[in-house]
């Protein structure tokens, strides 16, 4: 036990290193007195209606995730809920990955929801989640490959990736692993275990693929970061002509450098990769980590302000909180 404390403590350590290499290599790679003079000629406004979206993107995932609570026969109040959720996105935001077991925990507390029920819902989500996300990178390479707008695909090399038994191997390894899955369920299915009553949580959930209130709040989630993304553009001249296209490459990189386990929102590495697209488009580099570091500042922002809420409601307004 104690051995895996310390590794946790040192991987969190390099992760902070790394992610602050990273910001000072940005840093490194423009000329200051130009990124500031840049950032305070921006037109901040926008920062209003991106917070509007921001709001409707937390509504739209509590909503969401009390559609799935209530596939499990479990009904949590909004106010629980978005308190699950904001401090799950702010302790995520400090720890990778730590959200998710505080968002358990929340729900065990104010509610008494079972682990198996929390964790099935909150991996049902993140299925859901991924599943758009490649549904989404599908879209974009499919639309690079007609408009020869190589973004994504430059830095993948399709040609030499497809090559082999490249695409073979990964369908293997994809088909060895639902079999397992299948295998195991199938043969512990009978048996009344912690994993039978995650898996049969999880199986019950696939059914929501089919419905619409389900459907229609993960189209707002996404369709809201298009247009946060698309928003931001707006705070310089220079990015204001960008396209919706671009747009939506841009939105994919920064969605794909967030989920990368770095401290601090993946500071530096979103960074990084969100400027260098921006400076494939033709934006200079002052301008293009200018609007990378807006963007992530405001979203640090606004989950540190979503999360100071939550604890509020939990340890001021919510009875059952403080008594248990």
Request: charged letters at 10%; hydrophobic letters at 55%.
């Amino acid at each position: 036990m104690f051995k895996s404390k310390v590794f946790i403590i040192i991987q969190y350590l390099l992760f902070i290193i790394a992610s602050a290499l990273l910001v000072k290599y940005c840093f490194n790679k423009i000329d200051l007195n130009s990124f500031y003079t840049i950032l305070i000629k921006g037109n901040y406004w926008m920062a209003f209606w991106v917070f509007l979206f921001s709001v409707l993107v937390y509504i739209s995932r509590i909503l969401r995730w009390q559609i799935i609570l209530n596939k499990v026969d479990e009904k949590i109040g909004f106010m629980n809920n978005f308190s699950a959720v904001a401090l799950g996105y702010l302790v995520s935001f400090i720890i990778p990955r730590g959200g998710e077991v505080v968002k358990c925990a929340v729900l065990k507390k104010t509610n008494g929801l079972s682990l198996q029920k929390s964790i099935s819902s909150i991996f049902f989500e993140r299925i859901i989640d991924s599943l758009s996300l490649l549904l989404l990178l599908l879209s974009l390479f499919i639309i690079e490959i007609f408009t020869n707008k190589y973004l994504i695909l430059s830095w993948i090399n399709p040609e030499k990736f497809l090559q082999g038994n490249n695409i073979w191997i990964l369908v293997s390894i994809g088909i060895i692993g639902f079999s397992v899955l299948a295998y195991l369920y199938h043969k512990f299915k009978h048996q009344n275990n912690w994993l039978i009553t995650f898996l049969n949580n999880i199986k019950l959930l696939f059914a929501l693929i089919s419905n619409i209130e389900f459907l229609t709040h993960t189209l707002i989630i996404w369709l809201s970061y298009f247009l946060m993304t698309f928003l931001w553009f707006f705070v310089f001249e220079q990015t204001a002509n960008l396209s919706f296209f671009q747009t939506f490459q841009i939105m994919m990189v920064g969605t794909i450098a967030r989920s990368i386990p770095l401290p601090g929102g993946a500071i530096g590495a979103y960074h990084l990769a969100v400027a260098y697209a921006l400076t494939t488009m033709n934006i200079d580099k002052e301008t293009a980590f200018g609007l990378a570091f807006i963007i992530h500042g405001f979203q640090t922002i606004f989950t540190i302000f979503a999360g100071i809420i939550a604890i509020i409601w939990l340890f001021v307004f919510d009875k059952s909180y403080r008594i248990k």
